[in-house]
């Protein structure tokens, strides 16, 4: 069992429950132990740090600062499911681990409680977990149910991807090329597609609503036009724009889209044997219908028209 | 290291485009031959000369001041004369270096697009001069604070070769969109003690509906610039400008969304996103916030039949912030001035600590070198 710290974030637990849903029940199967971080509160997504810098600093190094007393007790590291709390503790760390000065003056403002930010935390998003910690040939060799003739278009998320140092993308490190791996391990087909690194356009919903939707609508058509049966992403937050807004984006694209798009560890589940069920796909806005087969909960492509 | 390696081979794949031809765009392969440590620009050149002299390319410095050369390598925005052979055929997908015009900009001809219909459009949109107080010039010239001034230096290392541009993702589906080169264009005079217009310049990007609030922070900008800039970083300082120094409330949500954003947290610890939509346009009994609710109800109304929300978690959001998070909020808040590290001007521990230069007056790694502008 490998245990580790861990931050669900707020979404996958408020609009999209079977994002942490889902992660609870693959866990087990990847032999990882979650320590729910349960006091931690939201990392800002980016808006508190445009708001006041160091409040979003303070408020993710007190995040790191409690994953960090788990870790003291056996935790390997932290782990995320969110592309954009990734990021957005990425950024913080970056300058917490930066300067010793500025790191204890945010340490002072936590010190009532208790708590010490010591720099150099490792945190990571579930993808990295499963190509960089677990590994792709474990994955595979647990995989009960490959995703056969399943067509996949990777969704990234911006905040997983760029910008690419903060990240660690490197030689070593090809971050930005993980999901078509595991898409690959699973047992899946990869779709190359225009939209895959780009943004999803969940930021300015309220700011920008018809730019926002129509980002959305771009990439899930461009995805829709490479023949791609379903999207897979990391980030819930591009779950809430790509899923739960999608009729409000073709609408906005002036086209009919229905492309489900599924969570990371759902998509995980289902290659290790998961029922769609227990892995809260019923609950999606678009209808996975084209990933599954809902009588034999079979996952297979529609055109392929498998139920092998 | 790359500079010892022989001349090699390496394959170039152009994409050619002449408007005025009325045919449309095709793929040119050229190989070249230059040491790995070349650049691309060279490469470019010497396929111009070796083989066809009609590819069309910009370029002048080939330093990476000018800004002229601006385009796309393996997909990737930046400077040709700015990388290197060797790397970008590491990049490449097949073994072969694939180079296009920016995006976002109209194509001239082949590797040149118009920078005057799009880039220069809006970095005059976003008046890039000083407005200093005309009434009252000083007798010679204006002293500031070196602070301030090391505050503007990355927005300052401009050298406008649009790279921003060309990938930006909200100017992509909205052209309008001011964009990250004048935005952060903007951030060096907002940012600048000398200009006495820093509030009209704020009011007037807050309310453009393409303006301020139009970036989707998608980081895009930040790995495009060949100078380290860091467009969006600009940009969001200028929101803290606008929303927290001088409350500006504007007509795009941009001042509600990152308050309510703020007070969220601040209550529930975790994000409670009913909430979080209908303050973001003024409240739940706003009239935008009823517009918007009522646009969405089809959807609602589906996400609470699947169960994707519940009706409680949706209205009622049982999680409560912690004490000490509140703590936190407040004592930050309270603060007289917002602490605003940056190590792009103060540099990081590892920039500074190993091999101090010992007559070193400044700290950073870019600072002085512009702070007397």
Same mark, same amino acid.
């Given at each position: 069992m490998r245990k580790v710290a861990y931050w669900p974030g707020c979404v996958s637990r408020g609009f999209t429950p079977e994002l942490h849903g889902s992660m609870a029940k693959v866990a087990p199967l990847l032999d990882l132990e979650l320590i729910e971080l349960d006091r931690a509160c939201c990392t800002g997504a980016g808006v508190i740090a445009e708001h006041n810098q160091e409040l979003a600093d303070t408020l993710n190094a007190r995040t790191f600062a409690l994953a960090q007393q788990e870790i003291s007790k056996g935790a390997q590291l932290m782990m995320n499911i969110c592309s954009t709390c990734q990021g957005a503790q990425s950024e913080c760390q970056e300058r917490l681990d930066a300067s010793a000065e500025y790191r204890a003056q945010v340490n002072e403002t936590l010190a009532p409680e208790g708590l010490e930010y010591t720099a150099g935390i490792t945190n990571k998003n579930f993808l990295w977990m499963l190509v960089e910690e677990i590994g792709l040939d474990v994955l595979e060799a647990k995989v009960t149910r490959p995703l056969t003739d399943l067509k996949v278009g990777p969704f990234y998320g911006c905040y997983i991807v760029r910008p690419v140092s903060r990240l660690g993308i490197d030689d070593e490190h090809p971050r930005d090329t993980y999901l078509p791996q595991v898409i690959q391990a699973l047992g899946g087909t990869v779709i190359d597609y225009a939209g895959s690194h780009k943004c999803c356009g969940f930021p300015i919903i309220t700011m920008s609503t018809e730019t926002s939707l129509k980002q959305a609508g771009r990439h899930l058509g461009d995805a829709k036009d490479a023949n791609a049966d379903c999207l897979v992403t990391p980030c819930p937050l591009c779950h809430l724009n790509l899923d739960l807004q999608q009729p409000l984006a073709a609408k906005a694209v002036g086209r009919t889209l229905d492309m489900p798009v599924l969570h990371l560890p759902q998509l995980v589940g289902l290659a290790l044997g998961l029922s769609p069920k227990e892995l809260g796909l019923q609950r999606h806005v678009v209808k996975p219908t084209a990933v599954i087969d809902w009588t034999t909960s079979v996952v297979g492509g529609v055109e392929a028209g498998s139920a092998a | 290291m790359e500079t010892r390696k022989p001349p090699q081979d390496f394959t170039l794949r152009?994409?050619?485009?002449?408007?005025?031809?009325?045919?449309?765009?095709?793929?040119?392969?050229?190989?070249?031959?230059?040491?790995?440590?070349? &650049?691309?620009?060279?490469?470019?050149?010497?396929?111009?000369?070796?083989? @066809?002299?009609?590819?069309?390319?910009?370029?002048?410095? *080939?330093?990476?001041?000018?800004?002229?050369?601006?385009?796309?390598?393996?997909?990737?925005?930046?400077?040709?004369?700015?990388?290197?052979?060797?790397?970008?055929?590491?990049?490449?997908?097949?073994?072969?270096?694939?180079?296009?015009?920016?995006?976002?900009?109209?194509? =001239?001809?082949?590797?040149?697009?118009?920078?005057?219909?799009?880039?220069?459009?809006?970095?005059?949109?976003?008046?890039?001069?000083?407005?200093?107080?005309?009434?009252?010039?000083?007798?010679?010239?204006?002293?500031?604070? *070196?602070?301030?001034?090391?505050?503007?230096?990355?927005?300052?290392?401009?050298?406008?070769?649009?790279?921003?541009?060309?990938?930006?993702?909200?100017?992509?589906?909205?052209?309008?969109?001011?964009?990250?080169?004048?935005?952060?264009?903007?951030?060096?005079?907002?940012?600048?003690?000398?200009?006495?217009?820093?509030?009209?310049?704020?009011?007037?990007?807050?309310?453009?509906?393409?303006?301020?609030?139009?970036?989707?922070?998608?980081?895009?900008?930040?790995?495009?610039?060949? *100078?380290?800039?860091?467009?969006?970083?600009?940009?969001?300082?200028?929101?803290?400008?606008?929303? &927290?120094?001088?409350?500006?409330?504007?007509?795009?949500?941009?001042?509600?969304?990152?308050?309510?954003?703020?007070?969220?947290?601040?209550?529930?610890?975790?994000?409670?996103?009913?909430?979080?939509?209908? @303050?973001?346009?003024?409240?739940?009994? &706003?009239?935008?916030?009823?517009?918007?609710?009522?646009?969405?109800?089809?959807? =609602?109304?589906?996400?609470?039949?699947?169960?994707?929300?519940?009706?409680?978690?949706?209205?009622?959001?049982?999680?409560?912030?912690?004490?000490?998070?509140?703590?936190?909020?407040?004592?930050?808040?309270?603060?007289?001035?917002?602490?605003?590290?940056?190590?792009?001007?103060?540099?990081?521990?590892?920039?500074?600590?190993?091999?101090?230069?010992?007559?070193?007056?400044?700290?950073?790694?870019?600072?002085?070198?512009?702070?007397?502008?």
């Open positions: - | 152009v994409r050619r485009y002449d408007p005025e031809s009325g045919q449309a765009p095709y793929w040119d392969e050229h190989t070249i031959q230059l040491e790995p440590h070349r &650049s691309v620009l060279e490469g470019l050149l010497q396929a111009k000369g070796r083989f @066809d002299g009609s590819i069309g390319v910009r370029c002048s410095c *080939k330093a990476a001041i000018c800004g002229s050369c601006g385009v796309r390598v393996n997909g990737q925005p930046g400077l040709a004369c700015h990388t290197h052979l060797g790397a970008a055929l590491k990049s490449a997908k097949d073994g072969v270096i694939e180079i296009e015009p920016m995006g976002n900009m109209p194509v =001239i001809k082949d590797l040149i697009v118009d920078m005057d219909a799009v880039h220069w459009k809006k970095i005059a949109r976003v008046t890039p001069w000083l407005l200093a107080d005309e009434d009252n010039v000083p007798e010679r010239e204006h002293i500031v604070p *070196k602070e301030a001034m090391v505050d503007v230096t990355q927005s300052m290392a401009c050298i406008q070769c649009g790279a921003c541009v060309s990938d930006c993702l909200s100017m992509e589906l909205d052209p309008l969109f001011i964009g990250p080169a004048a935005l952060a264009k903007a951030y060096r005079f907002v940012g600048d003690p000398r200009d006495v217009q820093q509030v009209q310049r704020l009011e007037d990007l807050a309310q453009d509906p393409h303006g301020l609030y139009a970036c989707t922070h998608c980081f895009k900008c930040i790995d495009a610039c060949p *100078k380290g800039v860091a467009p969006m970083s600009q940009i969001m300082r200028l929101r803290r400008r606008a929303g &927290s120094d001088h409350h500006i409330k504007d007509a795009n949500n941009g001042f509600n969304h990152e308050h309510a954003f703020v007070k969220n947290i601040r209550r529930n610890g975790l994000l409670h996103e009913n909430d979080l939509l209908t @303050d973001s346009f003024g409240g739940k009994l &706003s009239p935008a916030a009823g517009a918007f609710m009522a646009r969405s109800l089809p959807v =609602i109304t589906r996400a609470l039949l699947r169960g994707k929300a519940t009706l409680k978690v949706a209205l009622s959001h049982p999680h409560k912030a912690p004490a000490d998070v509140k703590r936190i909020f407040d004592t930050i808040e309270a603060r007289p001035e917002r602490v605003e590290f940056n190590p792009y001007i103060t540099g990081t521990d590892e920039d500074n600590a190993p091999n101090p230069p010992a007559e070193a007056p400044q700290t950073g790694p870019h600072a002085g070198q512009e702070a007397t502008a």
